[in-house]
């Protein structure tokens, strides 16, 4: 296969097309609102026997899960962070066995159908038996990041890497552009024909799968012509401890890791949870609180494919590295500000500088781990590094979240507290080298 194949090249940008939908209307916008709303229903039905009680000031909604009693939130967050503790397991594994067998594809095509079947199962959502109703969750966020654990690791080789910038940030905008395309379909269905939420997941389910197709047609299977034999899944092991060796020699490629795990920590576990927040801490007028959490989702979205063509455009003139910088320090800022916004209008301008870094920090940051990658045939083994230090990272923001709300008692506490994760990020990546190095 020639890198830099136009059409091959477009099949591979139409995945974040499809999955992203997953990301914003399941992850963000539609299913954390419906999510807040029936199992509040469903918590002041059993606590006063009326779904139309207002809850006290500072009263924490409660639901059962497997006999103990927590906050919905930190449920919520709790759920998420295992099925990131399952995916930074699986994801290494699974791609030594990808990479030895030269199966990327069909691995992504497995975890695809995984998540989006699960984002089906959503429909069928109710408090009443929510362990089977976060099973869903659960197996959805597994299925969405496990597949871009492959994904990611096709980038190196159907491009080169002047345009790994170019090609991963034109990946995240499409990614913007088709998942906000969805949710307004969803609106529209829900405002204009009352359409009951739940339809909203079976709609991702086939978006997810149907533009997929796309991508599984185009996208090239055993690029370097494999031919595993008998004991695939114990070569497998092999093939991931041998670039484990390779990987722990090469310094640049280390620090950049430990400083990614400690930012994109604090960049997925807010995309995750402000939603959440938002509906708690925002003082939204009587019943425009979910139109406003909306809005500033849709503003994000536009604005997240613009920062990431911006970032693309200012990596070219000053730099990955600077850039990244720039965007951490950004992202710092805005953390820290979250603590003491209470009004509308200054979500929406939070959401605003949100939107801006989100998609920019993505990219460039999955470019420039492409762009340290040394030669190598395994770069679904290398990316799973990648993968895990990102999930790895999630499972402590999500937990450290969950656990911050219910130590302090307010979910205020959580989002300043994870001001510290972009904090350490920053400072590491200070000391990035400027060139690669291998330790000998």
């Avoid at 809850?55 to 939130?73: A, D, H, P, R, T």
């Avoid at 597994?142 to 980038?155: D, E, P, Q, R, T």
């Amino acid at each position: 296969m020639l890198k830099g194949d136009k059409k091959t090249i477009k099949a591979w940008i139409f995945y974040d097309w499809a999955n992203s939908v997953y990301n914003l209307v399941v992850s963000s916008a539609i299913f954390p609102i419906f999510y807040d709303a029936v199992t509040t229903k469903h918590y002041l039905n059993r606590m006063y026997g009326n779904s139309e009680q207002a809850l006290k000031e500072g009263e924490q909604v409660k639901v059962l899960f497997y006999g103990m009693e927590l906050s919905n939130s930190a449920l919520f967050s709790f759920v998420l962070s295992a099925s990131f503790l399952v995916v930074s397991i699986l994801s290494p594994m699974l791609s030594g066995i990808a990479d030895y067998t030269g199966s990327k594809k069909r691995f992504m095509r497995f975890f695809c159908y995984v998540g989006a079947f699960s984002c089906f199962t959503l429909f069928y959502f109710d408090p009443n038996y929510l362990e089977w109703g976060m099973m869903s969750v659960f197996f959805a966020s597994i299925g969405f990041w496990n597949s871009l654990v492959f994904y990611n690791a096709f980038l190196p080789e159907i491009s080169e890497s002047k345009d790994f910038d170019r090609i991963s940030a034109k990946g995240f905008s499409m990614g913007y552009f088709g998942s906000m395309i969805l949710l307004i379909i969803c609106l529209i269905a829900m405002k204009g024909f009352d359409m009951p939420a739940p339809w909203c997941f079976v709609l991702v389910s086939i978006w997810w799968v149907g533009f997929s197709q796309i991508t599984f047609f185009r996208l090239p299977n055993n690029v370097y012509h494999k031919k595993p034999d008998k004991n695939y899944i114990w070569k497998g092991f092999i093939e991931l401890k041998k670039v484990y060796q390779e990987f722990r020699h090469i310094k640049r490629l280390k620090i950049f890791l430990l400083s990614f795990f400690f930012y994109n920590t604090g960049v997925q576990t807010v995309m995750l949870m402000a939603t959440i927040f938002a509906n708690k801490e925002i003082e939204w007028e009587e019943g425009k609180g979910a139109t406003g959490l909306i809005i500033s989702i849709l503003l994000i979205q536009i604005l997240g494919a613009l920062g990431a063509f911006l970032m693309s455009k200012i990596s070219s003139k000053v730099g990955n590295i600077r850039t990244l910088i720039l965007s951490i320090s950004i992202w710092l800022l805005l953390c820290i500000s979250a603590y003491f916004i209470k009004k509308p209008i200054e979500f929406y301008l939070l959401a605003a500088g949100v939107g801006l870094v989100m998609g920019g920090i993505q990219a460039i940051s999955r470019s420039t781990y492409s762009k340290f990658l040394p030669e190598t045939t395994d770069h679904a083994s290398y990316f799973s590094f990648y993968d895990a230090t990102e999930k790895i990272g999630i499972v402590c923001g999500v937990f450290f979240f969950g656990f911050s709300e219910i130590y302090f008692g307010s979910i205020r506490f959580s989002v300043i507290s994870i001001s510290i994760f972009f904090f350490i990020g920053l400072i590491i990546m200070l000391f990035l080298p400027k060139y690669q190095s291998v330790e000998k």
